[in-house]
């Protein structure tokens, strides 16, 4: 739906974007990640047409956003992080402005009182867009976005500002969204994004830097990879039982958690996923799984990580030898 192909901006010597290349499929939510001043922003007021790049070539749908700028924008719905909101129009006023706005050609009244019942409006549709709280202020930045049911949106920090409430709204009405629309979702809230998307992009200084899955990226940056699980029964025998296992490496108790309750880390073979092995062990020994994760880094943890100043470093010398023909 969306393909970014060496996207690069600049504002004389500083380079905003640095040749950053990626692709959105249809129907997926995608998360994109950065600090301040990384250039997400920049990238989604590229592929919306407000800006233009130095160099590269962004299409949606198949049209380029600078041949057929026209036809990109009749597919995007866009919610900048200050949505363009009147505040002394009533929301009815201002949804009927942007429809004319967008030439939409849908039945006006149904269209409208449709996206008002998705977005959790009606009950404000009457009143001056300045006296609603900023919930519903960021309500109606989204039901403009989707005012002529646009296939794809693009959303930048729809939840700055929000309460936790809020934000578990928001965050339930993009979830909702994405059953029917391809999405990018620029957040801050770490957690907003894990709960949200289903892929992951982080760049930073202008370049990407990561493209993945939250779990693939955490399990591709953790030096070791365990399962930290917890078990009802007898410590030595469990500890003993589970060094048994084929794909078992290395075996770590942490003791009694809970009354008859134990905590071990079990290390595997590289590449083995041990968990519907110990799952069928632990039941055949009768040994209740109270819980069982990874010990994969957090998704805070893979964020921090991609934009620490050692990792751009490394990776800058990794790519820069890789150019030149060295063997790194």
Same mark, same amino acid.
Not at 134 to 146: D, E, F, N, T
Not at 198 to 225: C, F, K, Q
Not at 284 to 301: A, F, Y
């Given at each position: ?11 004389? +010597?500083?380079? =905003? ?45 198949? @049209? ?23 505040? &002394?129009?009533?929301?009815?006023? $201002? ?10 050609? !849908? ?10 019942? !998705? ?23 989204? =039901? ?8 794809? #949106? ?20 993009? +979830? ?8 990018? !979702?620029?957040? *801050? ?27 693939? /990226? ?6 070791? *990879?365990?399962?930290?699980?917890? #078990?009802?029964?007898?410590? =030595? ?24 309750? $134990? ?14 092995? /110990? ?17 994969? #880094?957090?998704?805070? &943890?893979?964020? #921090? ?5 050692? @990792? ?6 990794? *790519? &820069? =030898? ?7």
């Amino acid at each position: 739906m969306i393909e970014v192909k060496n996207l690069s901006k600049r504002y004389g +010597q500083n380079v =905003a974007l640095n040749n950053i290349s990626f692709s959105v499929e249809e129907g997926t939510v995608v998360g994109f990640l950065g600090p301040n001043g990384a250039g997400k922003s920049t990238t989604m007021n590229i592929i919306t047409g407000y800006l233009s790049a130095s160099s590269g070539v962004v299409t949606v749908g198949g @049209y380029n956003t600078l041949d057929n700028p026209n036809e990109v924008k009749k597919l995007i719905g866009y919610m900048p992080e200050l949505p363009p909101l009147y505040p &002394d129009m009533t929301v009815k006023e $201002y949804l009927n402005f942007m429809y004319d706005l967008k030439k939409v050609t !849908l039945p006006r009244e149904k269209h409208i009182k449709e996206i008002c019942a !998705l977005v959790k409006i009606t009950d404000v549709y009457g009143r001056l867009i300045g006296n609603l709280s900023k919930g519903y202020k960021q309500r109606v930045g989204i =039901a403009q976005a989707l005012l002529g049911n646009p296939p794809v #949106l693009i959303l930048d920090e729809p939840t700055v500002g929000l309460d936790p409430k809020q934000i578990i709204e928001i965050r339930n009405l993009i +979830q909702n969204l994405g059953k029917k629309h391809t999405i990018i !979702l620029s957040s *801050h809230i770490l957690p907003e994004i894990q709960a949200v998307c289903e892929r992951i992009i982080v760049i930073n200084r202008g370049n990407l830097v990561a493209d993945g899955t939250p779990d693939t /990226l955490a399990h591709n940056l953790s030096t070791e *990879h365990k399962l930290v699980v917890r #078990l009802a029964g007898p410590e =030595a025998d469990m500890k003993a039982g589970l060094k048994t296992l084929h794909n078992v490496v290395g075996v770590e108790s942490f003791g009694e958690k809970e009354p008859g309750v $134990y905590e071990f880390t079990v290390e595997g073979r590289e590449g083995v996923d041990l968990r519907r092995e /110990l799952f069928h062990f632990a039941a055949k020994k009768d040994w209740p799984i109270l819980s069982m994760s990874n010990s994969d #880094l957090s998704l805070e &943890d893979v964020f #921090l990580r991609l934009t620490s100043a050692s @990792y751009i470093r490394d990776n800058t010398i990794l *790519h &820069d =030898a890789m150019k030149g023909g060295e063997t790194v």
